[in-house]
């Protein structure tokens, strides 16, 4: 392996986000790479394991961008060599144990719930029937969510007197359900990117309940309470995220409520907002860890 730090984007090549590090990289004198996940491979020899392609095996560094959907055999062999590469001694952000945990909303309620933190009430529905019954327990209507998605995607209200299946339940056939929170439009993302936050606040257009950014939201500069802070962190750790997008939401009654975290966040929004540069944090903490 060389010395000095050579860092693997994995994911898409091309998109701002990959774009950004690269050059960062490149300012730095960091030797990079782009490796898309269908790419990933690995050989297990005598002498020890080795991975592909090259630029994977030479990696000291890998940040993880985007989790593409596959088939069940896809899923479990890339976590399972990115499990292979962190044994090895590469650095990999953020740990397959915190993807495969952030990825599953359920799963993510669960154990922020498990530990104390609040969550909205939240059921896991296979049914119509049980999606009708759960949205009759929360006053009428519920939220909605895939299990597994981001910016937004599928994000609906339900009432229990509809006809029409949620698009999550009618294409995989389970759901996310939340009761929902009377709020005034907006939430805040925090990034947390090891130690250090960044924070917008996100506004709903009008009309509109959603506040993500994919949907239209307006990204706003924020100063995050200590106490939101201490709460994002809270939730990152519980998950196992050293890189972390958590997202609050404050409800009309003056609580505070955790919906989601995300182990692998984009700051793009955010990063129109702050005069930090957040990629050039990224880098920071992912080479911190891979000397």
Known sequence: MPISPAITILGSRGGWHTDTLLHRCQQRGLSSS???????GSEILTAGTQFHPRPLEQTTAVL???????TLEQVITRMNILGQLNAAGRRVLNQPTALETAIDKYLTIARLASAGLPVPRTAVVQSVGDLRRFAEACGGTAVVKPLFGSNGHGLSLFSATATELPEPLLTTGVALAQEPISHDGWDVRILLVGDEPFAMKRVA???????NIARGGQPH???????WI????QAATTVGA???????LPSRDGAVWLLEVN????????????????????LDLLVAGSV
């Open 34 to 40: 782009v490796v898309g996940w269908p790419e990933l």
């Open 221 to 227: 500069p924020f100063v995050a309470p200590a106490d």
């Open 242 to 248: 050293e890189l972390a997008g958590v997202d609050l």
């Open 263 to 282: 182990a692998v966040p984009g700051w793009q929004a955010l990063q129109s907002v702050t005069s930090t540069d957040i990629a050039s944090a990224v």
């Open 230 to 233: 201490d709460l994002a962190r």
């Open 205 to 211: 257009c009008p009309g509109e309940w959603r506040t």
């Open 64 to 70: 993880v961008r985007g989790m593409p959907s596959g």
